[in-house]
């Protein structure tokens, strides 16, 4: 295991825990606007990943002031943190719209965003604005090819936005597009994909230019697709698990050139076998998200994961490896972001790896304050 990762006051930090590193949270910060070259308007990056406050003045004082979240819990700690620009890459349905207009009310100096895909969607947030006396700027979420949410390219496409600028209340806002089914490991064919998403939306641009529609801005992307978008003029890119990265995203797109900042801290509780021990980290603690592999054993070479249960981990071990209760177990996750959201807190190692507090995951939960 890379040495960076041994925590030096490891016997301070209980178990199964959620660890952050600091110096290569930093490092992710400084390398994600080194890939805009340097030009921290290009990125809006996504707060579901570390739903931290600290992070975000981390962030913050790296120059990035533009942000992007999918909650209103997490749209509220960035408009309390400073951060005046922020998108709500959600749409609002049932009682979401009347708690947007009011965190708009309550945060007058923060310039909200928030997404539609849907008419429906548009009078209800239309009607809801008027109400307060409120402008509420709305993107078009435009779907390329994932098939989760938005409205693919074309005439209804255009009559929703359309309807935005009609409405009272609202004003259109541009483009959002998030391309999370590209999936392609040769960065080659991965550009090739992006190149796909980037016609469709030059296409939706060409329609409403027809129509006289204006589109001040286009937010585009995740981690994996960070790269060619941060290289594409006209473009926002929004990433996300950057700045803790993971195993998965590390092992499937290495030429992003991020290194994993959290890590799952668990102990030996068991030895059944010379062969087999079980871990404190169920996947209570750590996603059972994706199926398969959810993580990999750091300090143990040749560990293989197996049988996992709420609060217990079965890992198979060569018969070389010493094995003790109570041993220190690091577990890179799989998928990061849904581990943050498992804790409510998390402890914080510095550059000499030393554990010196922990923050609070303080937009862990959906409801606004």
Same mark, same amino acid.
Request: with cysteine; hydrophobic share 40%; proline share 6%.
């Given at each position: 295991?890379?040495?960076?990762?041994?925590?030096?006051?490891?016997?301070?930090?209980? $178990?199964?825990?959620?660890?952050?590193?600091?110096?290569? =949270?930093?490092?992710?910060?400084?390398?994600?606007?080194?890939?805009?070259?340097?030009?921290? $308007?290009?990125? *809006?990056?996504?707060?579901?990943?570390?739903?931290?406050?600290?992070?975000?003045?981390?962030?913050?004082?790296?120059?990035?002031?533009?942000?992007? @979240?999918?909650? %209103?819990?997490? #749209?509220?700690? %960035?408009?309390?943190?400073?951060?005046?620009?922020?998108?709500?890459?959600?749409?609002?349905?049932?009682?979401?719209?009347?708690?947007?207009?009011?965190?708009?009310?309550?945060?007058?100096?923060?310039?909200?965003?928030?997404i539609v895909d849907h008419q429906e969607s548009v009078a209800t947030l239309s009607s809801a604005a008027v109400k307060?006396?409120?402008?509420?700027?709305?993107?078009?979420?435009?779907?390329?090819?994932?098939? *989760?949410?938005?409205?693919?390219?074309?005439?209804?496409?255009?009559?929703?936005?359309?309807?935005?600028? #009609?409405?009272?209340?609202?004003? /259109?806002?541009?483009?959002?597009?998030?391309?999370?089914?590209?999936?392609?490991?040769?960065?080659?064919?991965?550009?090739?994909? @992006?190149?796909? $998403?980037?016609?469709?939306?030059?296409?939706?641009?060409?329609?409403?230019?027809?129509?006289?529609?204006?589109?001040?801005?286009?937010?585009?992307?995740?981690?994996?697709?960070?790269?060619?978008?941060?290289?594409? /003029?006209?473009?926002? #890119?929004?990433?996300?698990?950057?700045?803790?990265?993971?195993?998965?995203?590390?092992?499937?797109?290495?030429?992003?050139?991020?290194?994993?900042?959290?890590? %799952?801290?668990? *102990?030996?509780?068991?030895?059944?076998?010379?062969?087999?021990?079980?871990?404190?980290?169920?996947?209570?603690?750590?996603?059972?998200?994706?199926?398969?592999?959810?993580?990999?054993?750091?300090?143990?070479?040749?560990?293989?994961?197996?049988?996992?249960?709420?609060?217990?981990?079965?890992?198979?071990?060569?018969? $070389?490896?010493?094995?003790?209760?109570?041993?220190?177990?690091? =577990?890179?996750?799989?998928?990061? @972001?849904? @581990? =943050?959201? %498992?804790?409510?807190?998390?402890?914080?190692?510095?550059?000499?790896?030393?554990?010196?507090?922990?923050?609070? =995951?303080?937009?862990?939960?959906?409801?606004?304050?």
């Open positions: 295991m890379d040495k960076k990762y041994r925590i030096q006051n490891v016997e301070t930090i209980p $178990s199964p825990s959620l660890v952050v590193y600091l110096a290569q =949270v930093q490092y992710n910060i400084e390398h994600a606007i080194a890939t805009v070259g340097g030009d921290v $308007s290009k990125l *809006r990056p996504h707060a579901k990943t570390h739903k931290t406050a600290e992070i975000i003045a981390m962030e913050r004082d790296a120059g990035i002031l533009k942000h992007k @979240c999918a909650t %209103l819990r997490e #749209a509220e700690m %960035l408009a309390q943190n400073g951060i005046e620009d922020i998108l709500i890459a959600y749409q609002m349905v049932g009682p979401n719209v009347n708690r947007f207009v009011s965190l708009q009310v309550k945060y007058p100096d923060a310039d909200f965003k928030v307060q006396g409120l402008t509420v700027k709305v993107m078009l979420d435009l779907d390329v090819g994932m098939n *989760r949410t938005g409205i693919p390219v074309g005439d209804a496409a255009v009559d929703v936005y359309a309807q935005i600028e #009609a409405a009272e209340g609202l004003q /259109p806002w541009g483009l959002h597009v998030y391309d999370g089914h590209i999936h392609d490991e040769d960065v080659a064919d991965r550009k090739a994909s @992006c190149d796909k $998403s980037l016609a469709q939306v030059e296409d939706m641009k060409d329609r409403l230019a027809a129509k006289g529609l204006e589109v001040p801005l286009i937010v585009m992307g995740g981690t994996p697709t960070f790269p060619i978008y941060a290289e594409t /003029p006209g473009v926002e #890119a929004s990433p996300g698990t950057f700045v803790f990265h993971d195993y998965g995203y590390g092992t499937h797109f290495p030429d992003l050139g991020f290194t994993p900042a959290a890590l %799952l801290l668990s *102990r030996v509780i068991s030895i059944p076998t010379p062969q087999r021990i079980t871990l404190d980290l169920g996947h209570k603690a750590i996603a059972a998200d994706p199926d398969g592999v959810r993580g990999i054993v750091l300090d143990i070479d040749g560990a293989e994961v197996d049988k996992q249960h709420e609060e217990h981990w079965a890992i198979n071990v060569p018969d $070389s490896s010493p094995m003790h209760i109570g041993q220190e177990i690091y =577990v890179c996750p799989t998928h990061i @972001c849904p @581990c =943050v959201a %498992l804790h409510p807190f998390y402890y914080v190692v510095d550059a000499d790896g030393y554990c010196r507090g922990t923050w609070e =995951v303080i937009a862990r939960n959906r409801t606004a304050a």
